[in-house]
């Protein structure tokens, strides 16, 4: 994400279905799927308020869109998973290729390593090359992996995401981490509205995605979306 594609960050618990709908993400991903499989799936969606963004392997990007472009839904796809300890080369690549194929977003793993081993300059030119790849052609969202860094090493990754031009972090692969609500009320005191924060791992009832959309979470990942939804559904008016 670039700052002209920036949203309006920290927006509160949505008050009725379709707005909790339009702030929330899925993904169909599996390794054993078919893509007959997969069709069926994001078909599934015409019977429920428009969601943001469904994220699928690049393969089946145009599948996707043919299918959710008609309903308003963004096709995404992930990069440089779970943990971006790919070369900056093949991050800027998979960018390019999002590009090319018409993805809205692509979620991608900041240098991990890099992070661990303090070494944040390096960090930096592997965030910048990805911002700058992007450019104003797709949604990029980082993801700094909260729940497995210290306080410190969020603040100071952060920081040099804010100097390289971020303005989206998702702030989990959800690959066996859960973000905390401590996260996202972290990155909002300290950074305010720099970012627009997307929460992944964890996130599977209707009162958990309110309860982080309160803190100040702009859209959520749930991998259970049916089930949130039909919750919303009946709760929300």
């Known amino acids: 994400m670039t700052k002209k594609q920036r949203q309006k960050t920290g927006q509160g618990a949505p008050q009725t279905a379709v707005e909790f709908a339009s702030r929330m993400m899925t993904a169909a991903f599996s390794p054993a799927a078919t893509e007959e499989e ?12 428009r969601i943001d963004a469904i994220f699928v392997d690049q393969p089946w990007v145009p599948m996707a869109k043919d299918i959710l472009d008609p309903l308003g839904i963004g096709v995404g796809v992930e990069a440089a998973y779970p943990v971006g ?3 900056t080369a ?42 700058e790849a992007a450019g104003d052609e797709i949604r990029l969202m980082v993801l700094p992996e909260t729940a497995i860094l ?15 031009g971020v ?40 009162d958990h995605a309110l309860a982080y959309f309160e803190v100040g979470t702009d859209k959520i990942h749930a991998s259970p979306i049916f089930q949130v939804l039909e919750e919303a559904k009946e709760r929300l008016s």
Do not use: C
């Not at 997969?38 to 308020?49: I, M, V």
């Not at 306080?151 to 100097?163: A, C, G, H, I």
């Open 150 to 164: 210290t306080n410190d090493e969020k603040l100071r990754t952060l920081e040099v995401y804010v100097n390289a």
């Open 38 to 49: 997969a069709k069926a799936f994001l078909r599934r969606f015409a019977d429920y308020p």
């Open 167 to 206: 303005t989206g972090i998702k702030t989990s692969s959800g690959y066996g981490w859960n973000t905390q609500i401590e996260d996202v009320l972290l990155v909002r005191r300290v950074f305010g509205d720099a970012f627009q924060i997307d929460v992944s791992g964890g996130v599977r009832t209707l």
């Open 90 to 131: 093949a991050k800027v690549a998979a960018i390019k290729a999002g590009i090319r194929l018409g993805a809205a977003e692509i979620d991608i793993g900041g240098h991990f390593a890099a992070i661990m081993s303090g070494d944040y300059a390096a960090v930096e030119v592997d965030t910048q090359a990805m911002v």
């Open 85 to 87: 300890n790919t070369s």
